[in-house]
């Protein structure tokens, strides 16, 4: 194979994590531009398409926006670096991906229990959400 063949398959990774890291913070800020504002401060709870159909507040379109940057994020992990599935303490097979369902399932009912037991504000929800992802990344 010649240097040109060689340099032709080449792909260069940190152009394409800046391209999708810079596609990701257009929406983001186009979202917070997006924002509703009242009194100059950006009203959180305020419909972004008023009288739509949904309601679509700013935290909802959040948490939609992260949910989309995870699965780019797992995205470009598994074309760059390929992994076999790995055996945890679930005794099942896992991927990254199969771990990121797990973490996302089980994320939602904790914070579905903080609400019951203790209500808002669901800080402590997400920080306990964080220390159970790392978890599940790290032994399942």
Same mark, same amino acid.
């Given at each position: 194979?010649?240097?040109?063949?060689?340099?032709?398959?080449?792909?260069? %990774?940190? *152009?394409? @994590? $800046?391209?999708? !890291?810079?596609?990701?913070?257009? /929406?983001?800020?186009? #979202?917070?531009?997006?924002?509703?504002?009242?009194?100059?401060?950006?009203?959180?709870?305020?419909?972004?398409?008023?009288?739509? %159909?949904? *309601?679509? @507040? $700013?935290?909802? !379109?959040?948490?939609?926006?992260? /949910?989309?940057?995870? #699965?780019?994020?797992?995205?470009?992990?598994?074309?760059?670096?390929?992994?076999?599935?790995?055996?945890?303490?679930?005794?099942?097979?896992?991927?990254?991906?199969?771990?990121?369902?797990?973490?996302?399932?089980?994320?939602?009912?904790?914070?579905?229990?903080?609400?019951?037991?203790?209500?808002?504000?669901?800080?402590?929800?997400?920080?306990?959400?964080?220390?159970?992802?790392?978890?599940?990344?790290?032994?399942?």
């Amino acid at each position: 194979m010649t240097a040109t063949a060689t340099t032709a398959r080449r792909v260069n %990774w940190t *152009a394409i @994590t $800046l391209t999708a !890291a810079g596609v990701m913070g257009a /929406i983001l800020a186009g #979202l917070l531009l997006a924002a509703p504002r009242k009194d100059g401060a950006i009203n959180w709870f305020a419909p972004l398409i008023p009288n739509g %159909w949904m *309601a679509w @507040t $700013l935290p909802v !379109a959040l948490f939609f926006w992260v /949910i989309a940057s995870l #699965l780019v994020t797992m995205t470009l992990l598994a074309i760059r670096f390929p992994e076999t599935p790995r055996v945890g303490i679930l005794r099942i097979e896992t991927t990254r991906g199969d771990r990121l369902f797990i973490s996302l399932l089980g994320s939602a009912f904790i914070h579905l229990i903080w609400l019951y037991f203790a209500g808002t504000p669901l800080w402590g929800a997400t920080a306990l959400c964080l220390v159970y992802a790392a978890a599940v990344f790290r032994w399942v």
